[in-house]
C-alpha cells in the first residue's frame, strides 16, 4: 500500500536536493560575477582603457557580462522559488500537527 505522507516525504527529498543545486549554482556564479568582471577588465585594459573605471564601465557593458547577469537572475529565480515550496511544506506541516493536537484535545474533552 502506498504511504501518501511518505510519497510526499520522498517529493520534499527530492525538491530539496533540487533545491541545494541551484542555490549552489547561485552562489557560484555570484562569485564568478566578480571574476569575470576582472577578466573583461583586463580585456578592455588590454584594448586601451587606462584607467580602471573606464575598464569597469567597458566591462559592465560587455555581452558576456549581460549574459552571466541573466544566468544569475535565472539562478535565484529557481532556488527562491524551491525554497518557497519548502517553506510552503514546512507551514503546512505545522498546520496539520496543530490541527491534530486540537483533534486530540476535542477526542479528550478538553475543548470547548
Known amino acids: 500500500m502506498n504511504d501518501p505522507i511518505e510519497a510526499r516525504l520522498n517529493d520534499l527529498r527530492a ?3 533540487k533545491y541545494a543545486t541551484a542555490f549552489a549554482m547561485k ?4 562569485e564568478f560575477k566578480k571574476s569575470k568582471l576582472a ?14 573605471a573606464a575598464q569597469e ?12 547577469l541573466e544566468g544569475l537572475k535565472a539562478a ?4 527562491e522559488a524551491l525554497r518557497w ?25 478538553y475543548g470547548a
Open 15 to 17: 525538491t530539496a536536493k
Open 27 to 30: 552562489e557560484h556564479l555570484d
Open 39 to 52: 577578466i573583461l577588465m583586463k580585456k578592455y585594459e588590454r584594448e586601451g582603457f587606462s584607467t580602471s
Open 57 to 68: 564601465r567597458e566591462a559592465r557593458a560587455d555581452g558576456e557580462y549581460i549574459q552571466l
Open 76 to 79: 535565484i529565480e529557481e532556488s
Open 85 to 109: 515550496e519548502l517553506k510552503i511544506a514546512e507551514i503546512g506541516a505545522e498546520v496539520w500537527r496543530t490541527k491534530e493536537a486540537s483533534k486530540r484535545a476535542e477526542r479528550k474533552g
